[in-house]
Antibody
Framework: EVQLVESGGGLVQPGGSLRLSCAVS????????MNWVRQAPGKGLEWVSY????????YYADAVKGRFTISRDNAKNSLYLQMNSLRAEDTAVYFC???????WGQGTVVTVSS | QAGLTQPPSVSKALRQTATLTCTGN????????AAWLQQHQGHPPKLLWY???DRPSGISERFSASRSGNTASLTITGLQPEDEADYYC???????????FGGGTKLTVL
């Protein structure tokens, strides 16, 4: 069974940092590209970042470029999102999703507030 | 980053057919088609259709998708109460080198 489990969310002050993790199982993680997608409260889906299977290709949404860093550890079957200089508008549920969006985690909540 | 355009809401009667639209441009929808996702309140999205390919296994045949130029469409036949949800389209934008999402359509089954 394919499973994606996000963790690392929480309450952080503006300007702070968080590192999200996504632990995957049930498929060969190293063969798949991965994405982070977020959803602000009551809002639609917003793509955040993409990383290829070998980490050779990485893309970011303009809204997070220069502040967020996506990475992965294929040996640990894990995807990460390092989030720095957090802003109130980064408050959202953060989902990890497999390449073609065919599998999603349940999401982890990030709240940026003083 | 410009997103894809979806109508905010669509209402249809039980057992009727709903067609949801998603308009982009030649760099995204017009290039490789759109994916369609369904999201029920409080749950993660579920993939219904991927680009110009087919529905994933386990997705009802009541869901089908098509594309005409820069506009993608999702058709849901024989509407059921459980089809009431938010529907999102997404596409890879080859010019922006980003994934773009539509704003979502809330489907109400009357």
């Amino acid at each position: 069974e394919v499973q994606l489990v996000e963790s690392g969310g929480g309450l952080v002050q503006p300007g702070g940092s968080l590192r999200l993790s996504c632990a995957v199982s049930g498929f060969t993680f190293s063969s798949y590209n991965m994405n982070w997608v977020r959803q602000a409260p009551g809002k639609g889906l917003e793509w955040v970042s993409y990383i290829s299977s070998s980490s050779s290709t990485i893309y970011y949404a303009d809204a997070v470029k220069g502040r967020f860093t996506i990475s992965r550890d294929n040996a640990k079957n894990s995807l990460y999102l390092q989030m720095n200089s957090l802003r109130a508008e980064d408050t959202a549920v953060y989902f990890c999703a497999r390449d073609t969006f065919d599998f999603w985690g349940q999401g982890t909540v990030v709240t940026v507030s003083s | 980053q410009a997103g894809l355009t979806q109508p905010p809401s669509v209402s249809k009667a039980l057992r009727q057919t709903a067609t949801l639209t998603c308009t982009g441009n030649s760099n995204n929808v017009g290039n490789q088609g759109a994916a369609w996702l369904q999201q029920h309140q409080g749950h993660p999205p579920k993939l219904l259709w991927y680009r110009d390919k087919d529905r994933p296994s386990g997705i009802s045949e009541r869901f089908s998708a098509s594309r005409s130029g820069n506009t993608a469409s999702l058709t849901i036949t024989g509407l059921q109460p459980e089809d009431e949800a938010d529907y999102y389209c997404s596409a890879w934008d080859s010019s922006l080198r980003t994934v773009v999402f539509g704003g979502g359509t809330k489907l109400t089954v009357l």
